[in-house]
Every structure is written in C-alpha cells, then in structure tokens.
C-alpha cells in the first residue's frame, strides 16, 4: 500500500446536513497536520484542496430534499477526483461532509471501471427516500446508492452505472438506528449487516468477517461516518445522540484491517463535527493516529 499514491479530496459540504458544522472538517484535519503526518510514515501524498464548498442553510423551496444542487454539485466534483485516482491506480482519503459525499466516491470509482464492495460503517443505515426523510439527504445516501423507488433521479444518476450498487455490493457495519420503512428496504433487498451489538460483543469477530466478504471484490471503498462511534467516549460527531456506539480503539482496528487487503482502494470519512470536541487538538490528535495508522 505504501508504494501508491495517497490523493485527499476535501469535501468541504453540509449541504446535505441538518446544520452547518462538517464543511469545517476538512480544514480541520489540515490544520491538525493529517497530510504532513501520512508523509512522514512514507506515504506519497497529494492532497487536491477543497474540491467542493457548501455551507448548509434551510432551503424551503425543496422542503423534502434540500439544498439538493449543492449535493449534486459537489459530489460531481469528488467523482471526478476519484475517477482520476483510482484509474491511475491509486488510493483516495476523502475527508466530508456530510454523509452524501459518499455518492460521489461511490460514483467515480465506478467511472473508472472499478468492481466495488463498499463497507458501510455507520450507526445509521440511510436508507430513507425524500418522502420517508425529513429533508436532510444524508439520511437518504443509501437509497440513493442503490436507486430505491422515491428517490431523486439527479443524485441516484450520477456516474455512469445505474444503480451505483446493487445490495450484494453492500456491507452494513456497526447499524443501529433503522426505521421501519428502512428496516423493510433491508429486507426485501437482502442488504447483509453487521449489526451494533455484534461490533460490540466480539470487534475482531466482526472485523474478520467485514475482511472476508470485502475481499470478494477488486476495489473495496470504506464509508467511515463517526456517528457510528460513542459520543460521550469520543465526541467528535455531527449527531449527538448518547448511544452505545464503538469505541474509537475499536473504529480503528476495523480500518486497519480493511485498508490492508489489497483490494482497499478509497475511505471516505463523513459527518465529523469539529465544534462538538471539547478540545480541537487532542480530539484531531487522535483521529489523525487512527487514519494513519490505517493508511500510513
């Protein structure tokens, strides 16, 4: 892995948020010397800037799918970063944004002919539709991955594959919160999970069996929302919720052994608050140690 070039692509987008607050993200994990750090464990670093900007406001024009042309927008410009990079045969860091930052990743991957696995960990599975959803989109990045009826054409067309995935190509990982209309998606369209409390109950069990059904595919993509972890444990997240999510020791261990198949291509880190940590330096200190521990 060390041999490839590592390209970071800042998302720097709420657009498809409940509020402003992860479009400072990406700047975050600058000022904390996350590019500067991987170099220094002998990764080749290009680091792209922020491709895309947008900071989150209420869009009542489109009360159940707000702000959807900046979602579109900027996840246009992240598939075009990430096709470049993985058709030369190279790596990508993402750092979101929201959670529909993902569609992009997802999106340019397949631009360059990729066969894709994407584990998903998250504590959500958003799977919502607009009209099951409350306007936010990145409840809804799933469902618009996988083209589930309801969903708006604009985000579930993008790329040139059509649905982006298909269920097989999923790997839910550490999910808990499921609505009902959500919890009947993932059956009738048989999307295999790893629940929360497997994650928690045995982490290597669970790590070990993301690593097996990963290793099923010629490019695996890693969606690493941080709302998957316990806030009060490690509060860097956009949502708050006080859930018995994963420790981040235990986020990092499941990276590291799914960067290091040799199929790993693309992680895209969403939904990191840096106004939520009580201190920027230590919280980014740890987040940086766990990415480059992944990817150095």
């Known amino acids: 892995m060390a041999a490839r070039v590592l390209n970071i692509i800042g998302a720097a987008t709420s657009a498809g948020a409940y509020s402003p607050g992860q479009e ?5 994990f600058r000022r904390h010397a996350l590019a500067e750090a991987l170099a220094s464990r002998g990764r080749t670093i290009t680091d792209h800037g922020d491709v895309a900007s947008f900071r989150w406001r209420p869009d009542p024009s489109r009360p159940q799918a707000m702000n959807l042309e900046g979602v579109g927008d900027a996840c246009d410009l992240v598939a075009s970063h990430v096709a470049a990079a993985i058709a030369a045969q190279e790596d990508v860091l993402v750092l979101g944004g929201d959670c529909t ?4 990743t997802v999106a340019g991957a397949n631009a360059a002919g990729a066969r894709i696995g994407l584990v998903y960990i998250d504590f959500d599975t958003d799977l919502n539709t607009p009209d099951t959803s409350d306007g936010a989109l990145d409840w809804t990045g799933v469902a618009h991955l996988l083209d589930i009826p309801g969903c708006e054409p604009a985000l579930a067309r993008l790329g040139p594959t059509h649905p ?7 790997l839910y990982f550490g999910v808990e919160n ?8 993932m059956r009738d369209y048989a999307i295999e ?23 099923g595919f010629d490019c695996v993509l890693i969606h690493f929302d941080v709302d998957v972890l316990s806030f009060i444990d490690f509060p860097i997240a956009e949502n708050v919720r006080r859930c018995d999510g ?4 235990q986020a990092a261990f499941v990276l590291k052994r799914l960067t290091a198949l040799p199929q790993w291509r693309g992680l895209t880190i969403t939904e990191v608050n840096p106004a939520h940590a009580p201190d920027e330096s ?5 987040l940086n140690e766990v990415l480059l521990d992944a990817l150095g």
């Open 178 to 185: 499921i609505t009902a209309p959500e919890a009947i998606t």
């Open 101 to 104: 930052v993902e569609l992009g």
């Open 193 to 215: 999970a790893i629940s929360r409390e497997e994650a928690l109950s045995d982490i290597e069990a669970a790590a070990t069996r993301a690593a097996e059904w990963a290793a």
């Open 24 to 28: 400072q993200a990406p700047a975050a």
């Open 246 to 249: 994963l420790k981040l020791e």
């Open 282 to 286: 230590t919280a980014f200190k740890r």
């Open 164 to 170: 982006m995935l298909v269920p097989r190509q999923l």
